[in-house]
Structure formats: C-alpha cells, structure tokens
C-alpha cells in the first residue's frame, strides 16, 4: 500500500488491534495479499427497534468512518481505504420456555433450541454436545410416554451452558 500513513502496518505479515472503551478493531492479513478487518461497537440508536433480529446487513464505509472518528490517524486511514462494509450484529434471541414438544418426539438443538451471542463461536460444539446429550436421555426413556421426563433432564446442562453467555446487568458476558 502506498499510503505512508498505513505502509508499515502491511509491511509485515502480522495481526494488528486497536483497543478502546467499548471498541476494538483488528486487522490480519488473508490469502492472496488480502486483509481482514474486524471492527466493534455498540449498537446506535437508530439501529435498535424492526432492525434488532438482523444479524447481518449493508452498510457503507462512511458510516464506519463515522464510528471511528476519534481514533488512531492509522485506523482512520486503513478505513478511509476499505472498499467493502458490511455490520455483523451481536444479538440475543429470548431464551424459549421449552425446546421440547410435550410428547417429546420433536426436539430443538443447537441454536435452534438456545441460540448464544455469536462471539462465543460456539453454535456447532453446542448442537454436537446437545446431540450427545439427547442420546443419553433417550437412552434412559423406558417408553416414549417417558420421553418428555428424560428430556426434561437436559434442561439443566442446556441452561448451566447457555447462561454465561447472557448479558450480565451492565451489558457484559462472562
């Protein structure tokens, strides 16, 4: 990269972070001489309210210029320079009552059944751990009639994984 502002950070094949209150951003190199650039912050006002289930969406390269504004003259340039912004929501879904139909035969699992905030990259470990789960509860039943009891079981190991995913008072995960 010619900009002399930038150069030295692409000189070397090296993982760079900025950190901030509320923020971070963070920029590695990729196959093919590419970069990847990873930036946080908290949600705006205006993207609160119809848009809050959306995970992922447009946006533009001012708006993170925007986000940024006050940071280091390096990260101002790196985005001055992005051609390609996309936002990555952080979301929670409300925890379901059940994740078990009432005669058992129609289980939920992985995120389907407790979805957790997606920077704990845990979306596929959880489903295998709750495959395993489901086969040692099913194991147990003595009948389908007792399906619903065994799977009842389960809830406990779904919720001591899921809960300290969730925001604690204050807005922070464990």
């Known amino acids: 990269m010619s900009d002399p ?21 963070i920029i590695y190199p990729c196959a093919g001489g590419m970069y990847t ?6 949600a705006n006002h205006y993207e609160i309210g ?9 946006a533009t390269v001012s708006q993170a210029e925007e986000e940024y504004q006050e940071w280091n003259p390096i990260v101002k340039r790196i985005l001055h320079h992005t051609k390609e912004v996309g936002k990555w929501r952080l979301a ?8 078990a139909s009432k005669s058992g035969r129609v289980v939920l699992m992985g995120d389907n059944a407790h979805a957790m905030l ?8 959880m489903a295998t751990e709750d495959a395993g789960s489901l086969s040692v509860a099913v194991s147990r039943a003595k009948s389908a009639e007792d ?28």
């Not at 650039?37 to 908290?42: D, I, K």
């Not at 289930?53 to 447009?58: G, H, I, N, P, V």
């Not at 009891?149 to 779904?158: P, S």
């Open 147 to 174: 399906l619903p009891r065994v799977l009842r079981l389960m809830r406990g190991r779904e919720n001591g994984a899921v809960k300290p995913s969730r925001p604690k008072p204050g807005g922070t995960a464990t």
């Open 92 to 99: 929670e879904v409300p925890r379901l009552p059940r994740w």
């Open 118 to 125: 997606q920077f704990l990259a845990q979306g596929a470990a």
């Open 37 to 42: 650039l990873g930036a946080t912050h908290p």
């Open 50 to 58: 119809d848009q809050a289930m959306e995970w992922s969406r447009a």
């Open 5 to 25: 502002i930038t150069a030295p950070i692409f000189k070397e094949i090296a993982t760079n972070v900025w950190a901030g209150y509320n923020r971070h951003v």
